[in-house]
């Protein structure tokens, strides 16, 4: 049975098609709800490998990286391209680029239903972006910022599932050996240094900011959790 962080949320009316219209924060959390589906899934073509591969019950997917570790690696952008405008249908196109898209919408709802591997990867990242935008301070430089970001993507010492100090160990296995936990360490490092490089390109769009809009969002917690 997949394990189960009840989501409450009450539908809108009824449109034509006699399904519910909702608001488009809703919208957006059921599309990261549907990310395990091959439908909907950001690699279509390698998806039924893709969710086969896990470590405890996180999926590891593929990602757009030059930081080693154990992820299948996508295709770089083109030139030019920063990841804020990649297209979701694109080759290049990976779970964490799913994250930041979808980060703000999700960071209103306090319970989320998982419904398989994938969906933990999500939440993983929703997470980490919160405790990035924490570190950064209105006053900060895009400079400061990218070290402070940094300091933490590049920490090692981080909590995984089945540590004590992990916060959704009730969710989430433990790794059955230390390979795999170590394996599952070097995944997540991987998806910590690309989100915190891709969140500052967004925070600090051309070097300038940082974002108000984004800093909103600093003191919401999704689903009242921290890492």
């Not at 990261?32 to 590891?60: D, E, V, W």
């Not at 030139?79 to 799913?98: A, K, Q």
């Amino acid at each position: 049975m997949p394990a189960r962080l009840p989501l409450n949320l009450s539908p809108g009316p009824r449109c034509p098609n006699n399904r519910y219209l909702s608001s488009p924060t809703l919208l957006l959390l059921l599309l990261l709800r549907q990310f395990n589906s091959i439908q909907c899934c950001i690699m279509p073509y390698n998806a039924i490998q893709t969710l086969k591969f896990h470590l405890g019950n996180i999926a590891i997917l593929p990602l757009r990286t030059r930081t080693r570790g154990p992820a299948y690696t996508l295709p770089p952008l083109p030139p030019n391209t920063l990841s804020i405008d990649v297209d979701p249908d694109s080759e290049s196109y990976d779970p964490l680029d799913e994250v930041l898209s979808l980060f703000r919408a999700n960071t209103f709802f306090r319970n989320f239903e998982i419904k398989g591997p994938a969906d933990r990867l999500l939440i993983y990242g929703i997470l980490f972006v919160s405790e990035c935008l924490g570190k950064i301070k209105p006053s900060m430089s895009a400079k400061e910022a990218e070290k402070a970001l940094l300091n933490v993507a590049l920490d090692t010492s981080f909590a995984i599932p089945g540590d004590a100090g992990f916060p959704l160990n009730q969710a989430y296995e433990a790794p059955r050996d230390r390979q795999d936990a170590e394996q599952l360490r070097q995944y997540l490092s991987q998806c910590r240094q690309e989100l915190a490089t891709r969140l500052l390109q967004r925070v600090y769009p051309g070097g300038v900011g940082p974002s108000k809009w984004w800093l909103s969002f600093t003191k919401r917690k999704f689903m009242g959790k921290s890492l």
